[in-house]
T-cell receptor, first 112, second 111 residues
Framework: DAGITQSPRHKVTETGTPVTLRCHQT?????MYWYRQDPGHGLRLIHY???????DKGEVSDGYSVSRSKTEDFLLTLESATSSQTSVYFC???????????FGPGTRLTVT | GQQLNQSPQSMFIQEGEDVSMNCTSSSIFNTWLWYKQDPGEGPVLLIA?????ELTSNGRLTAQFGITRKDSFLNISASIPSDVGIYFCAGPPYNTDKLIFGTGTRLQVFP
């Protein structure tokens, strides 16, 4: 299994509060991704990173920001959480072959 | 936006039966990936296909890259209870490097 951890695994927060999710890898892979998974929508890309301090937007980036100050860590921040951001968030990594992505265990976020 | 259509949406089969599912796109793909997701876990990569017509196996799983490059198929032979889960196809649309995912096929296996 790829060495990917996500923290926290579960979080409940209130509308309007900031939230940061962390993804940590031990594989030294260049590419890291954040997805959200919702019923009926499958997995949708939020943001991705192709190197330290190099990030770009995905399909559903509004309301989210990311940072990558080290190869091994990729942070996803919800500046002001809304109920529509209740979801399961997955981090993924890929190496030389960018299409083969390996996923972390997920973070279940509930915004009340 | 671009979508991948998976069928069937769900399957209920008896242990020992073979399973077939597919994934179709309106545009050409250069790569097809198949993932399986168990409840409460992240998707796990099963098979990657890189060439039109390619047939690749991983144990009891066999996947094919359609010759039109707009579809892919996954077969599971002699299903067992641990095959239960959701199967996703994924791929990068032509001239992009980001994956899009299908909405999944949910497989239930009864003893």
């Amino acid at each position: 299994d790829a060495g990917i951890t996500q923290s926290p695994r579960h979080k409940v927060t209130e509308t309007g509060t900031p939230v940061t999710l962390r993804c940590h890898q031990t594989e030294n892979h260049r590419y890291m991704y954040w997805y959200r998974q919702d019923p009926g929508h499958g997995l949708r890309l939020i943001h991705y990173s192709y190197g330290v301090k190099d990030t770009d937007k995905g399909e559903v980036s509004d309301g989210y920001s990311v940072s990558r100050s080290k190869t091994e860590d990729f942070l996803l921040t919800l500046e002001s959480a809304t109920s529509s951001q209740t979801s399961v968030y997955f981090c993924a990594i890929s190496g030389a072959t960018t299409y083969e992505q390996y996923f972390g265990p997920g973070t279940r976020l509930t915004v009340t | 936006g671009q979508q991948l259509n998976q069928s069937p949406q769900s399957m209920f089969i008896q242990e020992g039966e073979d399973v077939s599912m597919n994934c179709t796109s309106s545009s050409i793909f250069n790569t097809w990936l198949w993932y399986k997701q168990d409840p409460g876990e992240g998707p796990v990569l099963l098979i990657a296909l890189y060439k039109a017509g390619e047939l690749t196996s991983n144990g009891r799983l066999t996947a094919q890259f359609g010759i039109t490059r707009k579809d892919s198929f996954l077969n599971i032979s002699a299903s067992i209870p641990s095959d239960v889960g959701i199967y996703f196809c994924a791929g990068p649309p032509y001239n992009t490097d980001k994956l899009i995912f299908g909405t999944g096929t949910r497989l239930q296996v009864f003893p």
